[in-house]
């Protein structure tokens, strides 16, 4: 018996060994520019405005309106983001569009007579959602830093929603399974509550109308007029609260991004209200001093170093972020050398700390996740990061009557009550309690990387939770691993977030000794079949110049380059 259930365990090994064996994948060579998205389509049309002599800038407005179209999950009008930008001078910046909880929204407002939760209320229907801020997002880009006329930049998504794109096998999958949810969302049936297969045609009529307004009046084309009189009016119909005056007073926001050096990479990443600069600042720092070279990628002690990182990185997250216009973060604090060692101090490779014996440290002074990513370098050298979302797949499923969008369901991302989870799994505190204007805690992490002055990388991906640690294992695949981007993007990927106490895996890519001996060391594994983990969209400068792209094969993702 012993001898049987010995040889069971080395077939069982060598199955898995093989499957992780990944052979050297390259991806999507180009000369001088590049941009990967989740949509080829929404890729070819940023590629196209950057061969008509548009800059990054410009590609990144075509490409995030272009994805409002053929990604309907995340891609957005109706939602918010972030944008890190590196010109080709060095000069780096971060313009934050994140959506804001209404004038007339509550700490409380997601709250019982008793004081509970209420189940489904604050990530689903009317009621979750926040104010729109990516058109706000596109027009302050183009104001500050567009080359082309603006027209231009919006007419490719106005004919592909009129011409209509072909539905993927995937999207007809999500598209299906969200019928339900369409109806209920709804007081009318709305275009994708239908019955979809791979190669049928979407043609979006009412949103090609909301784009030409958007593409004739800039700004006011979406915050005041038909647009906006379509979005309250249908808002009001349903319940919600989101109202003109909201719309009117939405600002998109400039902001310092977070800078840090990893081994003397500069790194420069989104700030809050988004929680992934912070996050991946105090990640990195607290593998910075241990030697790569004698630790396995994805091996026991590589999965030890960073979980025991995250869970550190994550109780803090909890307790100290929110948005910075409304709370006081000791971001210094939390990121600098003396906090982050004494944070470190109680790992032990012997013994995986219990996250109930961490909270967060003393400073002085988680349904799917259909976020988005896009990456762009364009032929003058400019790199931008671009992480936009509804939240969920199609935010709340709310459709706007007759403008052709879904509504986000962000305000999920507040905490609705301290100690109460969101969909993610994560916990807030105060500091992410709603307040109206305020916005709502966020994770991702749009990122570029430089070396020695020179542009490196430009990384980031969906994932809720998630997205801070899948960047994270990406610039280290690069840095530490010497890894091609498609090479990186397609490694398995993995997540602690201190609560729930577990570590998601992707099914494969971690050998059976590996989990072994994490179980055995007192790490809880969470792996199901289908887990999938981001979908990481980047690209690399190589050494020659050309570049890499890195399109995640875990959606429908693409470079498309020159
Ligand atoms: N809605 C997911 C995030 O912003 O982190």
Redesign the pocket.
């Given at each position: 018996m012993k001898k049987f259930f010995s040889i069971l365990f080395i077939a069982i090994l060598l199955a898995n060994c093989t499957a992780t064996k990944e052979d050297k994948v390259t991806g999507l060579i180009a000369e001088k520019a590049m941009v990967v998205s989740a949509r080829v389509e929404a890729s070819q049309v940023g590629s196209d405005i950057l061969k008509k002599g548009g800059n990054a800038y410009d590609a990144m407005i075509a490409t995030q309106l272009a994805l409002a179209v053929v990604y309907p999950q995340a891609g957005n009008i109706g939602g918010g983001g972030f944008m890190v930008f590196r010109h080709s001078d060095g000069k780096t910046g971060a313009l934050d569009f994140r959506e804001k909880a209404p004038l007339s929204s509550d700490k409380d407002m997601y709250l019982d007579e008793k004081g509970n939760v209420i189940p489904g209320m604050s990530d689903f229907g009317v009621h979750s959602s926040g104010v729109p801020g990516s058109v706000a997002g596109i027009v302050e880009v183009y104001e500050k830093y567009g080359s082309l006329p603006f027209k231009e930049l919006v007419q490719p998504a106005i004919d592909l929603a009129r011409n209509g794109f072909k539905v993927t096998k995937n999207q007809a999958r999500s598209f299906n399974g969200t019928r339900e949810r369409f109806a209920k969302a709804n007081n009318y049936k709305i275009l994708f509550d239908a019955e979809w297969k791979e190669g049928d045609v979407v043609k979006l009529e009412e949103l090609a109308q909301t784009l030409e307004r958007i593409r004739d009046n800039g700004r006011d084309g979406f915050y005041k007029g038909k647009t906006a009189d379509l979005i309250v009016n249908y808002v009001k119909e349903l319940g919600g609260i989101i109202t003109h005056e909201d719309l009117v007073k939405y600002k998109a926001v400039w902001r310092k991004p977070i800078e840090f050096d990893y081994k003397g990479y500069k790194i420069t990443s989104m700030t809050l209200p988004?929680s992934g600069g912070v996050c991946l600042a105090q990640i990195l720092k607290s593998v910075e001093p241990y030697d790569f070279s004698k630790i396995e990628h994805n091996s026991t002690k590589y999965l030890q170093l960073l979980t025991e990182a995250e869970r550190r990185s994550y109780a803090d997250r909890a307790h100290y972020l929110g948005d910075i216009d409304f709370v006081n973060v000791p971001i210094d604090s939390l990121t600098s050398p003396e906090y982050i060692k004494k944070r470190m101090s109680t790992f032990s490779w012997d013994k995986a700390t219990k996250s109930s014996d961490v909270s967060h440290g003393e400073v002085l002074g988680y349904e799917s996740?259909e976020?988005t990513h896009y990456s762009i370098i364009d032929q003058f050298g400019n790199a931008v990061a671009v992480t936009t979302?509804l939240?969920t797949g199609y935010g709340s499923k709310v459709y706007v009557k007759g403008a052709g969008f879904f509504l986000n369901n962000?305000m999920d991302?507040f905490s609705a009550k301290p100690g109460v989870p969101n969909v993610?799994g994560l916990l807030g505190s105060a500091a992410n309690a709603i307040a109206p204007e305020k916005r709502?805690l966020?994770?991702?992490t749009p990122t570029i990387v430089e070396k020695d002055g020179k542009l490196k990388m430009v990384v980031g991906t969906p994932g809720?939770?998630t997205?801070i640690t899948s960047v994270a294992q990406n610039i280290l695949n690069v840095v530490e691993y010497d890894m091609g981007m498609q090479e990186s993007v397609n490694k398995a990927r993995f997540h602690h977030q201190w609560l729930p106490d577990y570590i998601r895996m992707e099914p494969r890519g971690f050998d059976s000794i590996t989990k072994v001996n994490l179980k055995a060391l007192g790490y809880e594994l969470l792996e199901r079949n289908s887990l999938i983990i981001g979908r990481v969209d980047a690209i690399l400068v190589l050494p020659n110049g050309k570049l890499e792209g890195g399109a995640d094969p875990r959606g429908d993702d693409a470079a498309v380059g020159f």
């Open positions: 988004a996740n976020t979302t939240n962000e991302d993610y709502m966020s994770s991702m809720g939770s997205i």
